[in-house]
């Protein structure tokens, strides 16, 4: 495959003209000598390199789906940045979920059964201490697999829900393509500032794929107050990335 910068920056510019799949699959065969040229320098520092194209690949469609010709980019000044950003955060994210100890790994999907166990029965969301009693474990090890949970969940912002839509999806600003990497970032750092019920309810929402009806009943709300609290939650994940000057 031979790059093509100005065959690239052609077609992208048709498919931003006319979005059918038939442009969009000319402009990603564009595209590839790039994907794969990122794939190949990434995959030296130990990624598996068909995982890595593959990730560079859906980056590029996300920025060919946002690539507006009338900003004065070229393409590839403006697909690069997202395509590495893309392909650093999935060596990132793998790097940082094999460093969690493996019986870490394994006391987490326990307390994901046990909590889901004692929902069933009870139809209310167990407290750690409630998780601890049930599952024969100490209060510390319990808040541990938590926070492991967590972790993982933040590895999932891409699931879809029960509405085909990632929470990426619901952020249109993160789909702006020329910082979308550096809008990753941030969109991690303002996980940071919401609070264990807002993150349960992004993590019912986003990580189990639930509906906002089903979600409700899980935690014991109408779907209305679910509704305005994911309007609030995903205003607010908005303002702490993108604040004010």
Known sequence: MTMDAQRMHALACLYAQDKTEKRLEEALDAALPLCALIARRFSRRGGEYDDLFQTACLACVQALRG??????????????????????????DRESLLRTPRALREQAARLSQAREA???????????????????????TVLSALAAQRAGNLL???????????????????????????????????????????REMLRLRFTLRLSQRETARRMNR??????????RVLAALRKEMNPEP
């Open 67 to 92: 690539f507006d010709p009338e900003k004065g980019y070229k393409f590839t000044t403006y697909v690069t940045p997202t395509v590495t950003g893309a392909v650093r955060n999935h060596l990132r």
């Open 118 to 140: 004692y929902y069933a029965l009870r139809h209310e969301e167990p407290t750690p201490r409630q998780l601890a009693q049930d599952l024969g474990w100490t209060l510390e």
């Open 156 to 198: 999932s912002l891409n699931a879809r829900d029960a509405e085909g839509l990632t929470l990426s999806d619901r952020l249109p600003a993160l789909e702006t393509g020329f910082e979308s990497a550096e809008q990753r970032e941030d969109l991690r750092r303002a996980m940071d500032t919401l609070n264990e019920t807002e």
């Open 222 to 231: 109408t779907q209305m107050q679910i509704s305005r609290m994911e309007a």
